[in-house]
């Protein structure tokens, strides 16, 4: 026989009386755990919205923020700067300043920040392709562009003990169309030297990919077409670190 049958009505009713309370209690008390946890959720959800909001901010000032050299676009190639070969390495030539004709073009940007130069062309081609009867039987080289921004009072060995210095990557922009271009560049600073900053470039050979592999670039002023570039801007985001 159970309990409840040997317990009386007043019993019954006390013990229901308990229970309820019991059962009250424990609401009560995981109504105030829910909502404690749902004040530490909304907090939590509070905290991550307000730096994301910050984030944004951040990212939006890093863009938005700029230091720009502007150019004017005219159009320069190998045969117009008169280049001259590195002694060193003859399939490259020596940096050069990009020549300009207008204002704007000099700027205090920020060293190692993320740096980019937009071409309204870097236009370059396989002269050897041409020619006749056997393709790259003389010419097997194509000539690319290289740039940096750095002193400009900087000459060309400055320039590459900074590159080997800083560790920065340089690379290398062309292509057999008309397309505008946005390359990424190192921008340089080189104690000693004023802090006004200019583009640079250089041109490199490359052994074209139709001619066997032990071929070895050629000399970059007499092989590898009359590569030619415009440039419209250089843009340094101060706040971004490469």
């Given at each position: 026989m159970s309990n409840s049958q040997t317990m009386s009505l007043d019993q019954r009713i006390a013990a229901l009386q308990q229970t309820n309370g019991e059962l009250v209690a424990s609401n009560n008390t995981l109504t105030q755990t829910v909502t404690g946890k749902m004040g530490a959720i909304n907090a939590t959800v509070a905290s991550a919205e307000a730096r994301m909001d910050q984030a944004i901010a951040n990212l939006a000032a890093s863009h938005s923020d700029m230091r720009i050299n502007y150019y004017d676009g005219v159009a320069h190639s190998k045969a117009s700067m008169e280049i001259e070969a590195d002694p060193q390495q003859p399939h490259m030539s020596k940096w050069k300043l990009v020549p300009v004709s207008d204002i704007g073009y000099h700027q205090y940007p920020v060293a190692g920040a993320l740096t980019r130069v937009h071409l309204k062309n870097g236009y370059s081609y396989e002269p050897g392709y041409s020619e006749s009867p056997t393709q790259y039987a003389a010419d097997w080289s194509r000539s690319n562009m290289q740039f940096v921004l750095a002193n400009e009072h900087a000459n060309s060995e400055q320039i590459d003990a900074a590159i080997e210095a800083q560790g920065a990557t340089v690379y290398t922009t062309g292509g057999w169309n008309s397309c505008a271009k946005m390359v990424m560049i190192p921008c340089l600073s080189i104690a000693g030297l004023h802090p006004y900053t200019r583009l640079f470039v250089r041109f490199?050979?490359?052994?074209?990919?139709?001619?066997?592999?032990?071929?070895?670039?050629?000399?970059?002023?007499?092989?590898?077409?009359?590569?030619?570039?415009a440039v419209d801007r250089v843009v340094n985001y101060p706040h971004i670190k490469v």
């Open positions: 490199v050979n490359a052994v074209s990919p139709q001619v066997p592999a032990d071929k070895q670039p050629q000399n970059i002023v007499d092989f590898g077409g009359n590569t030619t570039f």
